[in-house]
């Protein structure tokens, strides 16, 4: 299988503020495409695995002229675990929602970013397109700004910039995505597709597709324990207001006008913010990348990645 071994982090004793442990985080990934090609370096969304970005949808970026590189961020999938290591998500939700203090979290968007910016160093990739869905598109926000020399451009999906008013779920929704999961495979699956079908297209959404796309991720990792520190990462960084209006990166923003986890109010935000940035709202998109919208997500990626200005080593 094929591992790349990242940046350290250090995870904080909630109790008394100190770091108490260093390690190495390994993460699992996979390629599509010629190295010789720009790539494209994909990040996933809160608990999702590699799957999220459907292999399909990641060849059809590969044939279309970009090395693509997708991972499954850290805990969860095959990548590292943080076994054991607590953190009250509650508490920092609360935290930050107050705008007070936030207690510590075992890791933050930053360090999320990090460990791409690691992927694209155990490659020997100089710099890269990234893209990101959901947390994912936190991530990539957050990259571009803690590390604008390896970021040729950016792409951020059904995402938002962290503000408090632009953070927003419907009700059901996020009761949905913040209920903890079934641990029983049949409950597992018959629990996700009624959850996704929340805040899913709602004129593409299939039952049956999500189904077997649940049966083999529960499959191929079932691993509930980090769902509470990826949260905490979200809910424990500050907001990227003031970054993402100095920000210097060619940017594409994708939103789905059905999107009831996060509400386009989160997309439009992002786009307003960054100067120059591009907005693409699409009217049958929710919280998800529908197969048949794909021609249309694709197109946008490859001509926003293809005008894009080179910088640092690589090009569009």
Known sequence: MPYATVNTFDSSDPDSGEQCETSEIRLYYETHGDPADPALLLVNGYSSQILGWRAGFREQLAERGRFVVSFDNRDVGLSTHLDGVEVDVVAVTKAALAGGPVPPVPYTLSDFGDDGIGLLDHLGIGAAHIAGVSMGGMIVQQMAIDH?????????????????????????????????????????????????????????????????????????????????????AVRGSAPRTEALGQLDVPTLVIHGRDDTLILPNGGERTAELVPGAHLLLLGDMGHDLPEPLWPVIIDAIISHTAHAVARGVGGA
Do not use: C
Not at 185 to 192: K, P, Q, S, V
């Open 148 to 232: 604008p020399e390896r970021v040729l451009s950016m792409t951020s999906i059904m995402s938002t910039t962290g503000e408090r008013g632009y953070f927003e779920a419907a009700p059901e929704a996020l009761e949905a995505l913040t209920a903890p999961p079934p641990v029983d495979r049949d409950e597992f699956i018959a629990n996700g597709v009624a959850s996704s079908k929340i805040w899913s297209s709602r004129r593409h959404y299939d039952a049956d597709a999500m189904a077997g796309f649940l049966a083999v991720a529960f499959d191929r990792m079932f691993y509930p324990e980090g769902l509470p520190r990826q949260m905490a």
